[in-house]
Nanobody
């Protein structure tokens, strides 16, 4: 059974940083692309960042965010820097359907809430 468990969210002041983690299990983590998406209050899902299976190819919607992965630890990360109130959202990690960085996602975690407020 595929499981994706996010952690690392919380309350942070504007300009602060957070590192989100996603622990994966139930599949061969290093064989699949992974991504992060978010959902702000009252809004739809927004793609944030993606990384290929080997970690060599990444893509992100915002240069303040950095995606990475540790295939030895079956863990995906998202570093969030210089956070702004509009970054407030539930952040979800998602498993891609192949190793290609922009593969469609087929599994999602339950999310971790990031709140940016003074």
């Amino acid at each position: 059974e595929v499981q994706l468990v996010e952690s690392g969210g919380g309350l942070v002041q504007p300009g602060g940083s957070l590192r989100l983690s996603c622990a994966a299990s139930g599949f061969t983590f290093g064989s699949y692309a992974m991504s992060w998406v978010r959902q702000a209050p009252g809004k739809g899902l927004e793609w944030v960042s993606a990384i290929g299976a080997s970690g060599g190819i990444t893509d992100t919607v915002n240069s303040r965010f950095t995606i990475s992965r540790d295939n030895a630890k079956n863990t995906l990360y998202l570093q969030l820097n210089n956070l702004k109130p509009e970054d407030t959202a539930v952040y979800y990690c998602a498993k891609g359907g192949s190793n290609w960085v922009h593969a469609a996602s087929d599994y999602w975690g339950k999310g971790t809430l990031v709140t940016v407020s003074s």
